[in-house]
DNA sequence: GTCTATAACGTGTATATGCACCTATTTGAT
DNA sequence: ATCAAATAGGTGCATATACACGTTATAGAC
């Protein structure tokens, strides 16, 4: 009774639906942390030396608003603080001990994630992936609007 | 004592990157007919027979979840209407003439774009792109929950 | 030193996403 | 025919995502 998943034409389609897929996958790990996938990449990218919001999502290519509300249970869980800046408009991002320590935590179970994935679709095809990945990013900036 | 915030192999992370660009790319050419990118999805898998919430849900490989709340805007638009089925359960989900209409100029936006993305990436490396992903979901399936 | 253009952020709005939980209906065993 | 199990679907909740618009503060021109 289950249809195969029609083969689109789509790229953006395509990509959508494995990230959707892939998402769920490491999500049932990270859960028993208490984290999303991209709460695992914010505490990852942070650390205890300070560090503009702006910078943050450049570094991730993140919407600029989508880490501000991104951040928010990460700071109500008492992970990551916000200071001002010596430029008062900047809110610098760095994590508190707890934060660190969670990070580590999370670390092991994210690491325990991609080792399943890589069982899981073959540890070459994964290298590959990741380099497609990288590859089609690569390609496709000079075709995005500038993010200013 | 803290550990530079390197950017991480994470697949996952990876994924969502290159799928946060790749929509925007999309959505700079459907904005001009009034779809985001999920939605012009929906509408190309729907048509004027009708089909279940849950057929179009696998079909999609989405969330039957994420589907109810997707399609609202499209009947808000009067693009689909949903009828019960015999299973008095069901809410069979087609295409109305105004709908059929969109479609048809939405697939002209989004074929558009699709060049113009191949374009950018070169259509041989987005042949290539595809055939990865595609791969990928093959490979993840086994080690996915049950969707149920 | 003032004034304005720019830069760093936040908020409002609309959708995207999936899990837990709930309701209504149908099926299947007795 | 009856009732429990299974099925189709919805809702509450918590993020994820990005654009438009507004606010505050710094920087550069004069």
Redesign the interface.
Known sequence: M??P???L??????????????????E?YLRSVGLR??QY?LL??????PQSLLALAE?????RTTLTRGLKPLVAAGWVVQHPGRDARQRLLSLTPDG?AQRARARAV?AQA?L??EA???RS??A???H??????Q???????EDN
Chains 1, 2 share one sequence.
Do not use: I
């Not at 990852?44 to 030396?49: E, F, R």
């Not at 570094?59 to 919407?63: G, I, K, P, S, Y």
């Not at 497609?132 to 990013?137: F, G, M, N």
């Open positions: 289950t249809t998943p029609l083969p034409p789509c790229t953006g389609a395509r990509l959508r639906r494995l990230t959707r897929r892939v998402t769920v996958f490491y049932q996938l991209t990449s990852a990218h942070l650390d205890t030396t570094r991730l290519e993140m919407d660190v994210w991609q399943d994935l899981a679709m073959d095809f994964v590959q992936l990741n497609t990945l990288d590859e089609a990013l390609r496709l900036k000079p075709a995005l609007p």
